[in-house]
């Protein structure tokens, strides 16, 4: 970008909350039809800095200039005069509006002091096209998939003209189809003038999308990469400051004996299909296939969090009400869940509330009573051995990183002291940082001789850690595959409906 001027700085921002220090003194320049990726570990202050450009946010000193102009941007509606508009991980459609209706949402066109139906779907037209979607924009949000809801987002920001778009982890739930497709987007977007700030976990897509990449560390500047210097190990030699050679370190150490038996399961997902597996102590088992597959729902119908249509869980040979997650939980099986936020945390809780409520009935004083030493002594232990970064065990889990959220979720079942780990998308949305500690977690435990199921969308994950690796296509269990026989290409064969390999999976 030499010679050019950037249409957006960042000089010296820095931005405090109590007991925290988020931005110290940070640095920013976005040129200019350019995609500028932002990462860092969780808690390094890339929300905290895309707020404050937003809107949602403050900065305590600092200066945020664009075209050459220090502004002060103290609202949402300040920052989209400037052209700025921030697309959250979590969408911030309305469901039951239509499409056009949630582009306009606050701004709708009107007509003899009523809202102007036809201007709004034809103007909503205009502004889908831009994005590629061919969608009516009479139909509700809601019954469009999360890629296109994606897709609306942006049109919805292009509709206010926005030359600054920030894409906070804009893939997290996205097939890779509808990541496909948002890819082609920003490539059109920046081709047409538009700036994107584009936040990722996956560095994979930082390397195919950024002209630059600006790396935070602990809310400070640790460095930035040209396009030509983007490589996974610079990036992530940035990131977490120290060399992280030995990413998957998993070393095999089960025994024969099965603890986990799933005998031709249905669940209502696919009550049409069988699954039958055993999982044996100290193992990892990765279930790996498609999105749509029936991975998730084949979890909850062993926790019991979704009812079983039919067959049975049986835990060290004793079968199990599976339609019953007291029963399932007391016969030492946990549930760590794919969206943490929704199903893992009572989110506007402590953590020392969260930590220690799956306990509460075992651990209660009397009839129904808290045993506060107890809460306390488990809380100090977890945040110790999962190295949770919290000011305090009060501190409210709304406002941890997302790597600490999934730690804390842990935490809560790791102090029942389960025989079997159910893990979905354990390592989703958060860092490289964290990522690893979850994998050496995750290695101990199984040491330790706790028995581990995991889904993940990450081959690289799924072939790093796992012992052996179940595959499901279209609700079925496609075939199993050996630590020895795992490669990307064997997994996708299995995943996309190929010839099938070791189908039985009771061994």
């Given at each position: 970008?030499?010679?050019?001027?950037?249409?957006?700085?960042?000089?010296?921002?820095?931005?405090?909350?109590?007991?925290?220090?988020?931005?110290?003194?940070?640095?920013?320049?976005?040129?200019?039809?350019?995609?500028?990726?932002?990462?860092?570990?969780n808690?390094?202050?890339?929300?905290?800095?895309?707020k404050?450009?937003?809107?949602?946010?403050?900065?305590?000193?600092?200066k945020?200039?664009v075209?050459?102009?220090?502004?002060?941007?103290d609202?949402?509606?300040?920052?989209?005069?400037?052209?700025?508009?921030?697309?959250?991980?979590e969408?911030?459609?309305?469901?039951?509006?239509?499409?056009?209706?949630?582009?306009?949402?606050?701004?709708?066109?009107?007509?003899?002091g009523?809202?102007?139906?036809?201007?709004?779907?034809?103007?909503?037209?205009?502004?889908?096209?831009?994005?590629?979607?061919?969608?009516?924009?009479?139909?509700?949000?809601?019954?469009?998939?999360?890629?296109?809801?994606?897709?609306?987002?942006?049109?919805?920001?292009?509709?206010?003209?926005?030359?600054?778009?920030?894409?906070?982890?804009?893939?997290?739930?996205?097939?890779?189809?509808?990541?496909?497709?948002?890819?082609?987007?920003?490539?059109?977007?920046?081709?047409?003038?538009?700036?994107?700030?584009?936040?990722?976990?996956?560095?994979?897509?930082?390397?195919?999308?950024?002209?630059?990449?600006?790396v935070?560390?602990?809310?400070?500047?640790?460095?930035?990469?040209?396009?030509?210097?983007?490589?996974?190990?610079?990036?992530?030699?940035?990131?977490?400051?120290?060399?992280?050679?030995?990413y998957?370190?998993?070393?095999?150490?089960?025994?024969?004996?099965?603890?986990?038996?799933?005998?031709?399961l249905?669940?209502t997902?696919?009550?049409?299909?069988?699954?039958?597996?055993?999982?044996?102590?100290?193992e990892?088992?990765?279930?790996?296939?498609?999105?749509?597959?029936?991975?998730?729902?084949?979890?909850?119908?062993?926790?019991?969090?979704?009812?079983?249509?039919?067959?049975?869980?049986?835990?060290?040979?004793?079968?199990?009400?599976?339609?019953?997650?007291?029963?399932?939980?007391?016969?030492?099986?946990?549930?760590?869940?794919?969206d943490?936020k929704?199903?893992?945390?009572?989110?506007?809780?402590?953590?020392?509330?969260?930590?220690?409520?799956?306990?509460?009935?075992?651990?209660?004083?009397?009839?129904?009573?808290?045993?506060?030493?107890?809460?306390?002594?488990?809380?100090?232990?977890?945040?110790?051995?999962?190295?949770?970064?919290?000011?305090?065990?009060?501190?409210?889990a709304?406002?941890?990183?997302?790597?600490n959220?999934?730690?804390?979720v842990?935490?809560?079942?790791?102090?029942?002291?389960?025989?079997?780990?159910?893990?979905d998308?354990p390592?989703?949305?958060?860092?490289?940082?964290?990522?690893?500690?979850?994998?050496?977690?995750?290695?101990?435990?199984?040491?330790?001789?706790?028995?581990?199921?995991?889904v993940s969308?990450?081959?690289?994950?799924?072939?790093?850690?796992?012992?052996?690796?179940?595959?499901?296509?279209?609700?079925?269990?496609?075939?199993e595959l050996?630590?020895?026989?795992?490669?990307?290409?064997?997994?996708?064969?299995?995943?996309?409906?190929g010839?099938?390999?070791?189908v039985?999976?009771?061994?």
């Open positions: 970008m030499t010679g050019e001027s950037p249409i957006l700085e960042v000089r010296q921002l820095s931005k405090r909350f109590p007991g925290v220090r988020a931005l110290s003194e940070v640095d920013l320049d976005l040129f200019a039809s350019e995609v500028l990726a932002v990462i860092g570990e808690g390094a202050g890339k929300s905290t800095l895309m404050i450009l937003a809107g949602v946010q403050t900065q305590n000193e600092g945020v200039i075209d050459g102009n220090e502004v002060w941007i609202s949402v509606n300040k920052a989209l005069d400037l052209g700025i508009s921030l697309i959250h991980q969408l911030n459609l309305s469901g039951n509006l239509t499409v056009g209706a949630n582009i306009f949402l606050g701004r709708e066109p009107r007509k003899m009523l809202i102007d139906e036809a201007t709004i779907v034809e103007q909503s037209r205009r502004y889908l096209d831009m994005v590629g979607l061919n969608v009516d924009p009479t139909v509700l949000a809601d019954d469009l998939p999360i890629g296109q809801q994606q897709l609306v987002e942006i049109a919805k920001a292009l509709s206010v003209n926005s030359r600054i778009l920030i894409m906070d982890e804009p893939t997290s739930s996205l097939s890779q189809g509808e990541a496909d497709r948002l890819f082609e987007v920003i490539h059109q977007l920046r081709d047409n003038g538009v700036s994107v700030i584009y936040i990722s976990h996956r560095l994979g897509e930082v390397k195919a999308l950024a002209n630059r990449v600006a935070l560390r602990d809310g400070e500047n640790a460095g930035e990469l040209g396009r030509d210097q983007i490589t996974h190990d610079a990036m992530v030699q940035l990131m977490v400051g120290r060399d992280v050679s030995q998957y370190s998993h070393s095999p150490s089960y025994s024969n004996e099965v603890v986990l038996e799933v005998d031709r249905r669940t997902a696919f009550p049409a299909h069988e699954l039958s597996f055993d999982v044996k102590r100290g990892i088992v990765g279930v790996s296939g498609l999105v749509g597959a029936g991975r998730t729902e084949m979890l909850q119908a062993i926790f019991a969090s979704n009812p079983k249509v039919s067959g049975s869980v049986r835990v060290l040979g004793e079968e199990i009400d599976g339609n019953s997650t007291i029963d399932v939980i007391r016969a030492g099986v946990a549930l760590v869940p794919e943490r929704l199903h893992g945390l009572v989110i506007d809780m402590s953590v020392k509330e969260n930590m220690s409520l799956a306990g509460l009935r075992q651990n209660q004083v009397g009839i129904g009573f808290i045993n506060f030493d107890v809460e306390n002594n488990i809380t100090a232990e977890m945040v110790d051995r999962l190295k949770v970064k919290t000011p305090t065990q009060d501190q409210i709304r406002y941890l990183s997302g790597g959220q999934q730690k804390v842990l935490g809560k079942w790791l102090s029942m002291k389960p025989n079997i780990l159910l893990l998308e390592t989703r949305g958060i860092d490289v940082g964290a990522k690893q500690e979850i994998y050496q977690l995750m290695e101990e435990l199984a040491d330790q001789g706790m028995s581990i199921l995991f969308s990450e081959l690289e994950e799924i072939i790093g850690m796992s012992d052996r690796v179940i595959v499901m296509h279209e609700g079925r269990l496609a075939g050996d630590r020895s026989e795992l490669s990307e290409q064997s997994i996708m064969n299995l995943a996309t409906g010839v099938s390999q070791h039985t999976t009771h061994r």
